[in-house]
């Protein structure tokens, strides 16, 4: 079946550092989305990627979908405190109705 | 607006206990639903989803089950909990996809399962 796998598990940063997640799927993917949840809280859509090679900005945040639409990349530039959860890319599969969750990313930032 | 009601919020149950968790959508039909669980810490494992009424895909073999008996209610049972099934459970529904695109998850606050 589908693995989607991330990477790093786990960061820390300093606040003001950027920070990258790498997201890396087995199999080819139609479209990737990107969620974020907060400490404690339930996941929560940012973004969805469609196209190969599709970069999409939102403000300090860059999402990419790779070339063999088998990867994909958050990069957060000058993190900030509330920028701190974990972020997940999630692929589709099943007829496209099954959702498969990537491992996650969780960030810490360091004041 | 459509809402996800998910409850309880937190759960202690004794190993070999039942489990009843249950999900409603309110302002769409015919969704697709899904149970998810966290284990502290780690990501988010897919248990069941369900595309309409009595239709339940299940992904991981475990001694839980789902059912769908309305169109916008799931439940995700047990008849025996394990200490392994502790863990954050999230309630999710999405929309049908609409051509090419895939529609987003809109997740329930979750219930915090703790088997003792």
């Known amino acids: 079946g589908q693995q989607v796998m991330q990477i790093p598990q786990y960061q820390h940063v300093q606040e003001g550092e950027d920070f990258t997640t790498y997201c890396n799927s087995s199999t080819t993917l139609s479209n990737i989305q990107w969620y974020k949840q907060r400490p404690g809280g339930h996941p929560v859509f940012l973004i969805q990627?469609?196209?190969?090679?599709e970069v999409k900005k939102q403000k300090r945040l860059t999402f990419q979908f790779g070339e063999a639409k088998k990867n994909s990349s958050l990069h957060i530039t000058a993190t900030q405190t509330t920028d701190v959860g974990t972020y997940f890319c999630?692929?589709?599969?099943?007829?496209?109705?099954?959702?498969?969750f990537g491992t996650g990313t969780k960030l810490q930032v360091i004041p | 607006s459509q809402t996800i009601h998910q409850w309880p919020a937190t759960l202690v149950q004794p190993v070999g206990s039942p489990l009843s968790l249950e999900c409603t959508v309110e302002?769409?039909?015919?969704?697709?639903l899904y149970w998810y669980r966290q284990a502290a810490g780690r990501g988010l494992q897919l248990l069941f989803y369900?595309?309409?009424?009595?239709?339940i895909s299940s992904e991981v073999p475990q001694n839980l089950s789902a059912s769908r008996p309305q169109d916008r209610q799931f439940i995700l049972s047990s008849k025996k909990l394990l200490l392994s099934d502790s863990g954050f459970y999230l309630c999710?529904?999405?929309?049908?996809?609409?051509?090419?695109?895939?529609?987003?998850?809109?997740f329930g606050q979750g219930t915090r399962l703790t088997v003792v």
């Open positions: 990627l469609v196209k190969s090679g």
């Open positions: 369900s595309v309409g009424i009595g239709q």
């Open positions: 302002g769409t039909s015919n969704p697709n």
């Open positions: 999630a692929g589709f599969s099943g007829g496209y109705q099954k959702v498969t």
């Open positions: 999710a529904w999405r929309p049908k996809d609409r051509g090419l695109l895939n529609t987003e998850a809109f």
